[in-house]
């Protein structure tokens, strides 16, 4: 029998095309079946595996009693002998009397490292690790680091421990489901379970990059770990955001990507070993980057250079940080990480903007903390000659005057120190918006950061400004010896009644 054709029409096209439509559909409500199905009915397993390598600590310290401040009586006050009797019947209470506190950690290793907040174990005396099994031991302090809140703690036990290890925060995304762990209001081991709220918090330190969650953290949860659904510790429960001290569902831990260089120092030297570039910064704004001709509101400016490996390198203020070791500097946060993450003694490329134009310095980097504990000399005073009349002059809403010898002995200045010294600022004009007031330096203006020794030539900068077609002008800014950059609009704002 002869097989019949069938014609192909419109209506074939139609009923074919609805026919696969509705395979596909039954094929994607089938894999996200199978995907909904492949995720835990509970956290059971995890907490049931995991849950021995999570440990309580109990911190004690001896404190002196009687060291805070005693009622001040008159000598001859009717209240003489009644607080002398006081502090007699009370002499016992002047005894130290030894103080504890609680927290959580997790074991990192099965020789016994365990990691967890520095402020659970500051100041300690003794550490008690409490295992979820009931067993203690006792725990020395390898290292801490107060930046970033993190702890190293070492026990020694006779036998292997069960441990965790850290995963990639990196690769949590904004909704995934996350664990936390701990011993929270002194409770004993307890687990709850929520997801990353949000990424790359800061909460008040330079190195800060915390995951928040929802995940209810409460006090004793500090210093537990914040687990995947891999198991893998991706935080470290730190801090809660609270009215009552209570959990409301903002809680923060110290993402891995972040403990995990900490913890590796620490194993290795006891302390943090950061890099250091030598410079104070601050963000590139819109104005900034408009009154330095930078097409692109990034970067880092750098406001001052004192001695160090950028000043060697020949790092200018004034400079723009635009490219670090080879990685884009979105702004300041990110270029003290970036910097603090670097091994201390490379040699890295650091591209900078200067005058119009990028260049690349080249900059060995020293350490950090060293470079936090030195004290820097103290700046000698001058003599004080006889007083000239300074040479004013009123522009920017600003009253500007030439440094004389007066002020130099007033300000502690040095007297090779160029600049103009504000007066006084109108309280209408944005540089009074911008922080500027009396007693302020400008020291150096224009888009190429040049110095400044009198009226005349900030004049000659602020036309040229003006010429190029410029909307702002940039100053460098010096108070207490702590500069920064204010770009400052070239037309003054009229005020009322003009």
């Known amino acids: 029998m002869k097989a019949q054709s069938v014609p192909v029409t419109r209506q074939n096209i139609n009923s074919l095309r609805a026919f696969w439509l509705t395979a596909l559909t039954f094929a994607l409500l089938l894999a996200q079946s199978i995907v909904a199905q492949a995720r835990p009915d509970s956290f059971a397993d995890l907490a049931e595996k995991f849950s021995p390598a999570v440990v309580n600590i109990t911190t004690s310290t001896v404190m002196a009693q009687g060291t805070g401040p005693s009622p001040i009586v008159p000598e001859g006050s009717p209240f003489e002998d009644f607080f002398r ?3 007699e019947r009370n002499e016992d209470g002047d005894r130290p009397r030894r103080t504890s506190a609680l927290g959580s950690g997790f074991v990192i290793s099965e020789d016994g490292y365990v990691v967890t907040n520095n402020h659970v174990i500051e100041s300690a005396d003794e550490i008690i690790v409490e295992f979820y099994s009931g067993k203690e031991l006792e725990a020395k302090v390898i290292g801490t680091d107060p930046k970033t809140d993190i702890a190293l703690l070492k026990v020694d ?22 664990v936390a762990m701990g011993n929270p209001l002194g409770q004993g081991f307890s687990v709850s379970a929520g997801i990353v709220s ?25 210093g537990g770990p914040l687990f995947n659904l891999d198991g893998e510790v991706i935080g470290v429960n730190t801090a809660i955001l ?19 260089k900490v913890v590796k120092q620490l194993q290795e030297f006891g302390e943090t070993r950061r890099g250091w570039l030598g410079v104070r910064i601050q963000d590139v704004t819109d104005d900034v980057a408009e009154a330095i001709g930078l097409e692109k509101v990034a970067g880092a400016l750098v406001t001052d250079v004192p001695e160090g490996p950028a000043a060697e390198a020949g790092m200018e203020s004034g400079d723009v940080i635009i490219s ?44 950090r903390e060293a470079a936090e504990g030195a004290v820097p000399a103290a700046q000698p005073g001058t003599e004080d000659d006889d007083a000239e009349e300074p040479q004013q002059k009123e522009m920017l809403g600003l009253s500007l005057s030439a440094i004389t010898n007066e002020a130099r002995t007033a300000l502690n200045l040095d007297a090779d120190t160029t600049g103009l010294l504000v007066t006084d600022v109108d ?15 400008i020291t150096e203006a224009g888009a190429g950061m040049l110095k400044i020794a009198g009226i005349a030539e ?40 003009e």
């Open 324 to 367: 670090f070791d080879g990685k884009e500097v979105e702004d300041t946060r990110g270029l003290v990480r970036q910097v603090g993450n670097t091994e201390v003694g490379k040699t890295v490329r650091v591209k900078v903007f200067r005058d119009g134009k990028t260049q690349t310095l080249k900059v060995t980097l020293g350490r």
């Open 198 to 222: 949000a990424r790359n918090r800061a909460l008040s330190g330079t190195y800060d990059d915390y995951i928040q969650t929802d995940a209810a953290i409460n006090r004793g949860n500090s």
């Open 427 to 441: 309280e209408l004009s944005e540089a009074y918006e911008k922080g500027v007031r009396p007693g302020d330096l």
């Open 85 to 87: 009797q006081f502090r």
């Open 242 to 260: 609270s009215p009552n001290g209570g959990s409301i569902g903002i809680g923060f831990s110290m993402a891995s990507n972040v403990v995990t």
């Open 157 to 178: 036990a006779k036998e292997p421990l069960p441990f965790v290890s850290f995963g990639d925060s990196d690769l949590a995304r904004v909704g995934d489901w996350v």
């Open 458 to 497: 900030f004049e000659d900068l602020v036309d040229k400004a003006k010429d190029a077609g410029r909307k702002s002008i940039l100053l460098r800014v010096v108070r207490d010896q702590d500069a920064r950059f204010v770009a400052l609009p070239l037309e003054e704002k009229k005020k009322d009644g």
